[in-house]
């Protein structure tokens, strides 16, 4: 599973483009050094170009050699100011911008690859457990991510939403596999069995902060609520729903009826998006369910696999 999963946290530094635009900021600062912050070169050139720098560059050498190339710039712009003293303090000086914020920027890059890999850890528990939940879960996270790329949401939660996704049902862990992968219909003993699986989710992860101050934990904790307030476990109706959950809601149901499962067949996608029409208002937020309806419809998403065939290709 690890290899499908796709955020997009901090991948500016290996963009090409980033770094080309980063090669041109010398010539950049050079010429406004020289024509036009003449008299306050330090502040309005130089200190911004080394922040660039730390920013873009992850490696310490690029940041030496940047630092090193300002303070001779800096040297022929105002020769008379040339001192071995001074160069060395401004070399310094640059030096230090750049580098601290190369390392601000390692440690969030760092704290986001630590929170993927959690991702991918409890992902993969869930897989082993129960194969039809490792396509389910990564299917609903592609959907989600896409309805909310189609609602002008940001990278970042839309990221999160993907993460949501993966995790979604991650409290079926306290399930007993005999209920989650019955071949005939549940008791109703046995379905609210699986019914406690949100709140078991949450329990699960509530002590990770990310998951609680970016909608994780919500989408965990809500994705079974309706939106004329009949789901579990609270029964909340509308907007009391958290937007992150409502999203899932669209994309959880639609998989399951597209999904073949150990006790039924899967439905044809017709009626999978007829059942989401006749569920707007009543299931599902009308405007979220819209939103997927016509992303199917112009074919912006591929609908996923089944549970025997791999995912399609994002975008
Ligand atoms: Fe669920």
């Known amino acids: 599973m690890n290899k499908n999963i796709n955020v997009s946290f901090f991948n500016t530094r290996k963009n090409p483009l980033v770094i080309s635009l980063s090669l041109i900021l010398i010539p950049i600062g050079v010429l406004l050094d020289f024509y036009i912050f ?51 303090a401004r070399w310094l000086f640059y030096f230090l911008i750049a580098f601290v914020i190369k390392i601000l920027i390692d440690n969030l890059r760092k704290e986001k690859e630590t929170l993927i890999n959690l991702t991918s850890t409890l992902a993969v528990s869930l897989d082993a457990r129960d194969q039809y939940t490792a396509f389910h879960s990564r299917n609903v996270a592609y959907y989600s991510r896409e309805i909310a790329r189609a609602m002008n949401k940001t990278t970042k939660i839309c990221d999160d939403i993907y993460i949501g996704g993966l995790l979604h049902d991650i409290g079926k862990i306290g399930v007993p596999e005999s209920i989650l992968n019955k071949p005939s219909r549940l008791t109703e003993r046995e379905f609210n069995q699986i019914k406690q699986h949100p709140q078991i989710g949450y329990d699960i992860l509530q002590y990770i902060s990310y998951f609680k101050k970016n909608g994780i934990l919500d989408i965990v904790l809500y994705h079974h609520e309706k939106y ?71 074919g912006q998403i591929d609908v996923c696999a089944t549970n025997n065939e791999p995912m399609k290709q994002e975008s």
């Open 38 to 88: 003449r008299d306050r070169t330090l502040i309005l050139t130089y200190i911004p170009m080394m922040i660039a720098v730390g920013l873009f560059f992850q490696s310490t050498l690029s940041i030496i050699l940047f630092s090193f190339v300002s303070t001779i710039l800096l040297f022929i712009n105002s020769p008379e100011e040339w001192t071995i003293e001074v160069s060395l």
């Open 228 to 298: 004329d307030g009949t789901g579990y476990p609270y029964g909340l109706k509308g907007e009391n729903i958290p937007l992150v959950a409502r999203i899932i809601s669209v994309s959880d149901a639609f998989d399951a009826m597209t999904s073949q499962r150990t006790y039924r067949e899967r439905n044809t996608i017709e009626h999978a998006l007829q059942e989401i029409r006749n569920g707007r208002g009543k299931q599902f937020d009308p405007y979220i369910a819209n939103v997927f309806l016509n992303l199917i419809e112009r």
